[in-house]
């Protein structure tokens, strides 16, 4: 039983909820909280393992033999048989990450209280949704759909600022006449990659309090409406 590539880059800047486990499925036994699942049509037995580090090791086993299988862990393998176990297997680790691991993609402080912050008082939670963009992550309202928030990791240069260090920067929406007067290259900026008579951005880096933020996300939230 191991870690391997696949629930690596799965797992990749996600932390365990232990809290969320048991809700899962998983049970817990001494110092390891385990997981059993079938797949393809109970073909196999996956066993999927947390220890109290937080590492997770997982284990596919074909039933009939008891033999451990890992055909599709091997790269360069193909077929359809072999895809279609990697698929299955891929997915039941995925539900796990969705269901019981917690993003740490966004390290600073702010960040992490927004993150709490609209979890408590609105239910919402980050949403990843592009491949190609692991670093960028949304919030939207439940009701409607539409997006309050976009949080992600960019050089300073991109917002105009005559410097590459790489901040953690807050995408808000704000009525256009607010934006017209709030805009100064310092604490707010137009909307980086949005419609910046609509967004603004902020560094995520202390120039703005605590209790600013929150103003701003609970007038971003109330702009997401239909």
Known sequence: MYNNRIT???LKNKVVNFNKLAGFGFVKDGQEYFYKTNLMD???????????????????????T???????????????????????????????????????IFKTTQAKQIIEYVKTKYGDELEFLWKDSPNTAIVRRKETKKW???????????????????????NLHMKTEEIEKVIDYNKYYPGYH???????SICLDGTL??????SRIDDSYKLAKK
């Open 8 to 10: 690596k880059e799965i």
């Open 42 to 64: 109970n073909q196999f037995l996956l066993t999927v393992i947390i220890d109290m580090a937080g590492n997770l090791k997982t284990k596919v086993e074909d039933v009939a």
């Open 66 to 104: 008891n033999d451990e299988y890992t055909l599709f862990l091997l790269e360069g393998v193909t077929g359809a048989f072999v895809g279609k176990v990697k698929a299955e297997y891929e997915d039941v680790i995925i539900n796990i990450a969705n269901s019981c691991y917690e993003c740490e």
């Open 148 to 170: 309050y928030i976009l949080l992600f990791c960019e050089s300073k240069s991109k917002l105009g600022v005559d410097s590459h260090e790489l901040v953690e920067i807050l």
């Open 194 to 200: 949005m419609n910046k008579k609509h967004w603004v």
């Open 209 to 214: 309090t605590w209790a600013e933020l929150q």
